[in-house]
């Protein structure tokens, strides 16, 4: 039995490694990006010089062999569905009889004026961070577009340079379509203390670009003119569907695929961000571009490479994020505002938060978001799996703290 | 609104030329200075001129601004290290007779000292905090690039000069004299030289150290308490001691680390014992109880913290001035099984020493003859001198603060091996949080691969780990928490490879575990 993987990433990884520990099948792992799997998560901090890149791979080199995990450093252009074989850029074939693509995503872009320009990119793989690397060892000021965690990410990694930052946020406030108003303004409060400049409200309209080809400013749809040499584009991801596109798989957004990862081509499964459940679970999206995400659906597809698909369902909803010195952390259903039926209870201090969504009718919690405060991911999984009410959770909340000892508690109270 | 410190600037600009090409002359003066020391005298006094005039040209070159850019603090803080080592050149040369050497030496600690606090306040004391570890890479002095060859050379250089050529010390050892006198009544020798410079590092460094973490009250209280252990148990409260004609007692010391304590005869604890007075003896038998009974009970409630992180003198040092150098222990699986190899070696070797020598002692000289204080002082030659002194700090630019903590020390050893079958203490991972950004393994002064078990959701029970709570404080996921707790569960399996992370969290902790 023949298993390639298409994608190194957390997502075909994790799918390879739960194939091994079941059965000795010869496993491929095919990657147009790193010669070894390594975190992506940990992009920023290869720029920022707090790590270097072979710090950021979790597996030492020979884990792979001594794993029998056969890994080739080569783009993947198309798949031959027929003859059952991935085709790469240089010719080579390689033949399997069971295919997860795990292809991951690629940065949006939007049409702008100048969003091919120089200086301009996303940041998602290692050759993005290369590129950025290269770009902005002269720069002085930049901008960057977008107020997800990759737009939040980029602009810390030009700050720790030097380098003058203008953060342009479509939102009114930070991640309104996520945050309360004071849990936005606490985001808001740890981005301008870093000396990042924070525009909200404010959209892209083009990028200015001077007689070499290169991005020298940003106009924005208000009129204004922002300086900058070197543009973050981090307006989200989609699914990379090129080679799925390419070999007649059915994709949408991202590669079709049932609850069991089965896409429209027998034995041929897809996996993370590149997937698209053609009927999404309750209360979640057909496309989940988590890191957690991926590493989950990494191991339930493992099921389905080895031969006896099982039918998928998310884990209790969980992530996790840092605004610079901010960290971030949710676990359940926590919406920006909450609806009919629900209530919430927020403390601060100024500088920490929590806020619990709970049911009116019987006060059952539903979620929680902490900003600065670390929480136990199983005291919170134990409580929202058995229905824990506000009381039960408010009276054991020492319970649930994960910060380092002597860290003073703040007050969390009915 | 404050703006991170410009400084820390990674990209290639003019400002960063500069600072490299000063630092590249401040390290060749650096090694003229040492090659003085070690008396070889090649150019006679011109080189020694040389070097302060190179240090001196570091001190200007840093300190001059770009147009329009005010003199920051950290431009402020690193002239006045490189004016303060540029005094000390001139002293140690003997130049300036005029000027009393002691005065001389006195300026130049007090600007490194102050340059250092300076530098660490335009760093670190801005803003709320948090953890700064960026440039780390692309600093050479902090990743193993030729200054940090230059200052390994320097401090190997002293301790050599230290152990075996003390009188090439002597004008350093006198300008501490009035310092001794005040505290003891007799002049200054080169231990006590040391043993000040040494306090006055865990000072100096615990203070920049504390700026550093500042928002993190687990690594503030355990600065505080390296500082006060390092400051009194270690260097006030022996030498009083001394001025009271008791023992000069370490009573932050005991075996195997300090194995003298419980040896016998005179190059052991008999003359402590045999002092007039009870002090003596209730030191000997405080030596043995802290050993036998203090440490076990202790390690089981703490874990090999209480003693690593919080109170030895080696680890106080590690913890302050090797702060910078924690990234360069190496994490590979083949150092560890080297080090499980010596460290355990160590400490069967110190055990069976101390067996023979108390037989030999039963013996009245039956079994080693004359040979036992041989024994000891090889012992103290090697593993007290040459491992921890020379290659145990003179190492740390290039392998990190903690190799003799982690290959060579015999306490580290009984510490270890209680802590990883029989503690309370662990450092628990957070479910399926870890990211695998490998932070926690990097910034790991023990060179434990702490990732491997975060993403693995298995807690980390390590033998080596001395809880000083680098990997929580720069995890960026709140993934890892250091606590005491109950021995159920401490162990708990690879949790994300075994089943899925739903089914472990399935699990009752909230009612079977109490956290506190």
Request: with cysteine; proline share 4%; net charge neutral.
């Amino acid at each position: 039995m023949r298993i390639v993987i298409v994608g190194n990433g957390i997502t075909g990884v994790t799918a390879a490694r739960h194939v091994r520990k079941a059965a000795d099948h010869s496993i491929t792992i095919i990657s147009g990006e790193t010669d070894f799997h390594f975190a992506r998560t940990a992009l920023m901090y290869i720029y920022m010089g707090d790590l270097r890149y072979e710090d950021t791979k979790p597996y030492a080199d020979e884990f792979w062999a001594r794993n029998g995990l056969e890994l080739v450093l080569g783009h993947a252009v198309r798949v031959d569905t027929a003859a059952r074989c991935v085709v790469l850029a240089s010719g080579e074939r390689v033949s399997y009889d069971r295919l997860l693509l795990a292809t991951g995503s690629v940065p949006n872009r939007f049409g702008w004026e100048g969003e091919y320009a120089e200086g301009v990119q996303g940041l998602y793989s290692l050759q993005d961070l290369e590129r950025m690397e290269a770009s902005t060892t002269d720069v002085t000021s930049a901008v960057v577009v977008g107020g997800g965690l990759i737009g939040v990410e980029m602009a810390e990694m030009l700050a720790t340079r030097g380098i003058d930052v203008t953060f342009v946020v479509r939102e009114q406030r930070y991640m309104e379509y996520l945050l309360a108003p004071d849990e936005s303004s606490l985001v808001e409060s740890a981005i301008r203390a870093h000396g990042v400049t924070l525009e909200l409200g404010a959209e892209l309209k083009r990028i200015e670009v001077d007689e070499a080809g290169r991005a020298c400013a940003t106009h924005l749809t208000d009129g204004r003119r922002i300086e900058g040499s070197f543009v973050g584009l981090a307006v989200g991801v989609r699914p990379r569907i090129d080679l799925a596109k390419a070999s007649g798989i059915e994709s949408g957004l991202g590669i079709l695929v049932d609850d069991h990862f089965r896409t429209s081509t027998e034995n041929v499964f897809a996996a993370g961000d590149c997937a698209e459940f053609r009927k999404p679970f309750p209360g979640r999206k057909p496309v989940e571009q988590l890191w957690y995400t991926g590493r989950s659906q990494g191991r339930q597809v493992a099921a389905g490479l080895l031969g006896s698909p099982q039918a998928y369902e998310p884990p209790l909803f969980f992530n996790s994020a840092k605004f610079f010195d901010l960290e971030y952390q949710t676990y359940g259903i926590v919406p920006a505002a909450v609806s009919e039926g629900q209530q919430e209870q927020f403390w601060t201090d100024g500088e920490r938060s929590i806020r619990i969504v709970y049911r009116s009718a019987d006060q059952v919690v539903l979620g929680v978001n902490a900003f600065g405060i670390r929480l136990r991911q199983n005291v919170w999984s134990h409580w929202l799996r058995n229905g824990a009410t506000l009381d039960r959770v408010l009276a054991g909340f020492d319970q649930c703290l994960f910060d380092p000892e002597f860290t003073l508690r703040m007050e969390v109270a009915a | 609104m404050e703006r991170l410190d410009p400084t820390l600037a990674l990209a290639s600009g003019p400002s960063k030329s500069t600072s490299r090409s000063a630092q590249v002359m401040a390290g060749l003066a650096l090694l003229l200075g040492v090659v003085y020391l070690f008396g070889l005298h090649p150019f006679n006094q011109p080189p020694v001129l040389v070097a302060a005039v190179g240090l001196l040209l570091s001190a200007a070159v840093i300190a001059d601004r770009p147009s329009g850019d005010p003199l920051s603090g950290s431009r402020l803080g690193k002239s006045l290290i490189f004016g303060g080592l540029a005094f000390g050149v001139l002293a140690l040369a003997g130049l300036w007779r005029v000027i009393p050497d002691w005065i001389l030496l006195t300026v130049s600690t007090g600007a490194v000292c102050a340059g250092t606090v300076v530098l660490a306040r335009a760093r670190y004391g801005h803003g709320s905090g948090g953890i700064r570890n960026h440039g780390v890479f692309t600093t050479p002095m902090l990743s193993r690039g030729g200054v940090a060859w230059i200052a390994a050379i320097v401090l190997t250089g002293f301790y050599v000069l230290l152990y075996w050529f003390p009188q090439s010390l002597e004008g350093i050892i006198r300008t501490i004299d009035p310092i001794s006198y005040t505290l003891r009544g007799v002049p200054s020798d080169q231990w006590f030289m040391y043993g000040t410079f040494y306090s006055l590092a865990v000072l100096v460094m615990g203070v920049r150290a504390l700026y550093r973490y500042r928002h993190d009250r687990y690594q503030r209280w355990r600065t505080v308490s390296v500082i006060l252990a390092q400051g009194f148990l270690a260097y006030l409260l022996p030498h009083i001691l001394a001025a009271f004609n008791e023992p000069e007692f370490y009573f932050s010391y005991f075996w195997p680390l300090k194995p003298e304590y419980l040896w016998p005869g005179d190059f052991g604890s008999g003359w402590i014992w045999n002092h007039p007075g009870r002090l003596g003896r209730f030191m000997v038998i405080w030596g043995a109880v802290i050993s036998f009974v203090g440490v076990p009970v202790l390690t089981y409630y703490f874990g090999k913290r209480w003693y690593c992180s919080w109170v030895c003198g080696c680890g106080c040092l590690a913890e302050t001035a090797g702060d910078p150098y924690r990234h360069l222990a190496d994490s590979s699986v083949r150092s560890w099984q080297i080090e499980r190899w010596m460290i355990h070696g160590v400490l069967v070797l110190v055990t069976f020493g101390t067996a023979i020598l108390w037989i030999n002692s039963a013996m009245e000289g039956g079994l080693l003859g004359s040979f036992s204080g041989g024994f000891a002082r090889v012992y103290g030659f090697v593993f007290g001198s040459v491992f921890a002194g020379v290659i145990g700090v003179g190492f740390y630019p290039l392998m990190g603060a903690r190799v003799w903590c982690r290959f060579g020390c015999p306490q580290a050893a009984i510490l270890g091996l209680i802590q990883r079958f029989y503690s309370r203490f662990r450092i628990t991972t957070n479910g399926g949080q870890c990211i695998s950004c490998g932070n926690c393994t990097t910034y790991c002064e023990m060179g434990i691969d702490v990732r491997w078990y975060a993403q693995r959701g298995q807690n980390i029970v390590r033998a080596s780990c001395v809880g000083c709570g680098m990997c929580a404080s720069v995890c960026p996921r709140g993934v890892l928490k250091l606590e005491n707790s109950s021995l159920e569960g401490r162990l708990n399996g690879p949790v994300l490879i075994t089943s899925d992370e739903v089914d472990v969290l399935e699990e009752d902790w909230a009612a079977s575990v109490s956290w506190k």
